[in-house]
């Protein structure tokens, strides 16, 4: 299958502080990545949808001016914690999607684990 | 509103079979996909169903009803490996993923 990656693994930071998460597809052209977060014992939460080239459409309670999304190429896209909280700990996972693949599948990278003191 | 149900817990035993079960209601569909995600880990793809019927791939096998919004998750030969969980997700019309909250799978020696 196709390969996400995303940078850092895990990262703990300064409450107030900034920090951002970068997922690159790196054999393949994904048109339209996801962004989502994972608190413990708790499903995947859809944060945002972005698609190379333009703004991201942020899901019901996400915070845009928060949560900053650039999505400037076929294989990166960047999400900026700005002035994180404690309460945004959590893990962080994106996914890139193949319009190549047969079953308009969505390719996860391995998680960002997110840490804010 | 859209929604899919899946048990929270299920436990077996090492060797034996276990079926996961999920119901959805969506806007719309283009296929059920079945994810396996170990504690700490992203989601790995374990199967796609868009047809209804049975797929079969090794130890795993997944089917759909699309007339009765179901589908499930089979997996033979129970090894400790597989204890993680198990996420039931139906592309809607947008093809956007709609997630179940995942079936925590414990196996037992």
């Known amino acids: 299958g196709a390969v996400v990656s995303q940078h850092p693994s895990w990262v703990i930071c300064k409450s107030g502080t900034s920090v951002k998460i970068e997922c690159r597809s790196l054999?393949?052209?994904?048109?339209?990545m996801f962004w989502y977060r994972q608190f413990p014992k708790q499903s995947l939460m859809l944060m945002a949808t972005s698609n190379e080239g333009s703004k991201a459409t942020y899901e019901q309670g996400v915070e845009k001016d928060k949560f900053l999304i650039n999505h400037a190429s076929l294989t990166l896209s960047t999400l900026t914690v700005t002035s994180a909280h404690p309460e945004d700990s959590s893990f962080y996972i994106c996914?890139?999607?193949?319009?190549?693949?047969?079953?308009?599948?969505?390719?996860f990278g391995p998680g960002t684990r997110l840490t804010v003191l | 509103g859209q929604n899919i149900d899946q048990p929270t817990e299920m436990t077996a035993t090492e060797g034996a079979i276990v079926q996961i079960n999920c119901t959805y209601q969506t806007s719309g569909f283009n296929g059920l996909f079945w994810y396996q995600q170990h504690a700490g880990e992203a989601p790995t793809f374990l199967s796609y169903?868009?047809l209804d019927g049975l797929e079969e791939k090794g130890r795993f096998s997944s089917f759909l009803s699309r007339s009765k919004g179901y589908s499930y998750l089979l997996l033979k030969e129970l090894q400790m490996k597989d204890s993680a969980s198990y996420l039931c997700?139906?592309?809607?019309?947008?093809?956007?993923?709609?997630w179940g909250a995942g079936t925590k799978l414990i196996i037992k020696p």
């Open positions: 997700a139906a592309l809607d019309s947008n093809y956007q993923l709609i």
């Open positions: 996914s890139g999607r193949d319009l190549g693949s047969s079953y308009n599948e969505q390719f």
């Open positions: 169903n868009v």
């Open positions: 054999d393949f052209q994904a048109t339209t």
